[in-house]
């Protein structure tokens, strides 16, 4: 594994990390237009929760791009990004819709991203994972 990538727990943080990112987008996409939005997200508090999740999403998004750019070689993130490209709508389509497609789904969804962010910025900073 170490002539693949020699950091280990980097390739982890990047895993976990895009596929919080993946779950987000999958999710997302089925709130856009607003009109096609699931009954339990219509209104304003359910558009608030989609605009937060989107913000989230999107600097998930360049935070593991970055963290990639530092941290790992282009080969191993271009070979697990394309595996967890390929799986994660498996992981996405077991939950729910009751519970994916909900208030409460999107914030959970926002509670992960934001997980995720942390992790990625405490490891930028340098502090333990």
């Known amino acids: 594994m170490a002539a693949i990538e020699p950091n280990g727990i980097a390739l982890a943080l ?4 895009f596929a919080a990112c993946c779950l987000g987008f999958f999710t997302l996409v089925g709130m856009f237009p607003p009109s096609a939005r699931p009954q339990a997200v219509a209104g304003a508090a359910g558009s608030a929760l989609v605009l937060f999740n989107v ?4 600097l998930l998004l360049a935070g593991v791009a970055l963290f990639v750019e530092q941290r790992l ?29 909900s208030r409460s789904g999107l ?14 910025v405490s490891s930028a900073v340098g502090l333990s994972l």
């Open 107 to 120: 914030a959970v969804l926002g509670l992960v991203q934001i997980a995720s962010l942390l992790l990625l």
């Open 55 to 58: 913000v989230l999403c999107v």
């Open 14 to 17: 990047f895993a976990a990390s």
């Open 73 to 101: 070689r282009w080969t191993s993130a271009v070979i697990f990004g394309g595996l967890i490209l390929l799986f994660i709508p498996s992981i996405f389509q077991i939950v729910p819709n009751e519970r994916r497609d």
